[in-house]
């Protein structure tokens, strides 16, 4: 080559070469820029009165035609309840004309079918959805206990929320207080502010932390949200593992799952002793996103996969109400967080991982990483707080998504009486289990030629069976187990009140619930 021509190359590459900054220009993980500096826009407080406040938009809860005694309502009001023929069934509305220039007056039917309870959380969330627009106080009346005056209180809460914090052209909605109104409400507010406002805010941490995009939300500021979140709670201590812990412990499942991420994977372990004895331990997944790995997702839907986190959510927000309601319990929250990328230092396909206790895995697929960071989750959890029962939740199987719908959560368990005391927790709270099956064959077909399991290929049982059979073999015989696959809830559609068309914060309330109540034999 001629040397001008040389001379010339040289010349062009010079520039490129010497380019200030060029070598360092990713020493951040992502690109540093936060995506908004705003939180979501302020919704209405909940407040508790005797009297209906000023100005205020009237919501009256109704299970028959006869109205409740208050101040202010048109004389003809009983006329006009009769000509509508309005007799307060669930779901029925009614407004009452007032002066020109007053606060409207909607009556709100909420009397359940025969046999049926009513769920006093959907007729809160349905007032405070449909006055939403209300440029004015509402005061909701009419309810007949504490107990339905909390309920409501809870469902209110819940049914404004909204995750807009990245809309630029947002526009808030009316924020003026909604007040629960009558001779219960002081009761109700009692009851609201010692154990029911924990709960929504333990849902709302739940829903806000699926709701964030991977940018914001990744193991370590998964974290950094859940110490904000807990600061000032009673009797609460939290400890975080780090990648270079699990290499100093051995625990290559955990590990092995963030290896090929810049950001590594952490377990952040929340215990809070409101009791003694031993704990009860919920575990959960905490993929902050699940590209799959070197097995690769599709591309469609795959924006989804920033909600794989949403177990360790669950057990999060679980133990946030329980802490913050001081509930007479010792429990401990693990939640099992990493990124699963691929990259040049990802684990692979065919690779052999070994846990904390030493058992082996082989990855026949890097997309089955759920169950990998919960083994080593489980077997840490059961080694160093020695619960009575453990109980684990994980967005872990588009099986369970294919048997069971969006309208319940898959259920494993090895004992009868474990299995019913979830199913009555789901009950009780309205998020539902189904139980599916657990079987010598299923747990036979996740052995492997080469290590001790395998974490896919393991027909012919079912994925959701597999996937449980494979943490059943991290969880000691003899100890308590429910697991709980509720990759079909996650999401809701908005078609219920109390839940929006986003992050349900599913889970909370059943392991808020569990931890309450069950105590097994």
Do not use: C
């Not at 799952?257 to 372990?269: E, I, K, P, W, Y």
């Not at 429910?482 to 078609?495: F, K, L, N, T, Y």
């Amino acid at each position: 080559m001629p040397r001008n021509t040389l001379a010339a190359v040289s010349l062009v590459l010079a520039p490129i070469a010497i380019a200030p900054g060029i070598l360092h220009a990713q020493d951040v993980a992502g690109s540093g820029i936060a995506p908004a500096t705003v939180g979501n826009t302020q919704e209405r407080p909940i407040a508790f009165s005797a009297e209906v406040p000023s100005k205020a938009a009237l919501a009256i809860v109704m299970t028959d035609e006869r109205l409740p005694s208050l101040r202010g309502l048109p004389a003809d009001a009983a006329a006009r309840i009769k000509a509508a023929g309005f007799e307060g069934e669930d779901g029925e509305t009614l407004e009452l004309p007032g002066a020109a220039g007053s606060p409207r007056i909607v009556l709100f039917g909420a009397r359940a079918a025969d046999g049926e309870r009513q769920d006093w959380r959907v007729v809160g969330a349905r007032i405070a959805r449909e006055l939403k627009d209300e440029d004015a106080p509402i005061a909701i009346a009419g309810l007949a206990d504490a107990d339905a005056t909390a309920q409501a209180a809870l469902g209110a809460t819940l049914g404004q929320y909204r995750f807009d914090r990245y809309k630029s052209d947002r526009k808030p909605l009316p924020f003026q207080p909604i007040t629960f109104v009558g001779p219960v409400a002081e009761a109700g507010g009692n009851l609201w502010r010692s154990r029911h406002a924990h709960l929504a805010q333990g849902v709302r941490f739940a829903r806000d932390m699926v709701n964030e995009p991977a940018n914001v939300v990744y193991p370590e500021s998964f974290i950094e949200r859940a110490r904000e979140a807990l600061d000032g709670a009673p009797n609460v201590t939290i400890e975080v593992l780090d990648q270079a812990d699990f290499r100093r412990l051995g625990m290559g499942a955990i590990a092995g799952v963030g290896q090929g991420s810049t950001r590594g994977s952490r377990m952040m372990v929340i215990t809070y002793r409101g009791a003694g004895g031993p704990p009860i331990a919920l575990a959960g997944k905490g993929i902050t996103f699940d590209t799959g790995g070197i097995s690769l997702k599709p591309s469609s839907g795959m924006w989804e996969m920033k909600g794989d986190m949403s177990g360790a959510a669950a057990v999060t927000g679980a133990i946030l109400s329980l802490a913050k309601s001081r509930a007479p319990v010792h429990v401990v929250a693990v939640a099992a967080l990493a990124e699963n990328m691929p990259g040049d230092n990802a684990q692979r396909p065919g690779d052999v991982v070994r846990t904390l206790s030493g058992k082996t895995i082989e990855i026949r697929s890097t997309d089955a990483e759920g169950r990998l960071v919960l083994s080593d989750a489980i077997e840490y959890t059961v080694q160093e707080k020695k619960p009575f029962a453990l109980v684990d939740v994980a967005t872990l199987t588009g099986s369970a998504v294919r048997a069971l719908g969006p309208e319940y959560a898959a259920l494993f368990a090895r004992e009868d009486s474990h299995a019913e005391a979830a199913l009555t927790a789901g009950m009780a709270v309205d998020e539902p289990l189904w139980r599916l099956p657990l079987s010598d064959a299923y747990r036979e077909a996740i052995k492997s030629d080469i290590a001790d399991i395998k974490n896919s290929d393991a027909s012919p049982a079912p994925g959701a069976s597999a996937g449980a059979h494979f943490i059943e073999y991290f969880v000691p015989e003899d100890l308590p187990w429910i697991h709980i696959d509720m990759a079909a809830v996650d999401r809701g559609d908005g078609s219920n009140p109390m839940i929006p068309a986003s992050a349900r914060g599913w889970g909370v309330m059943i392991l808020d619930e569990l931890a309450r109540s069950w105590r097994p034999e």
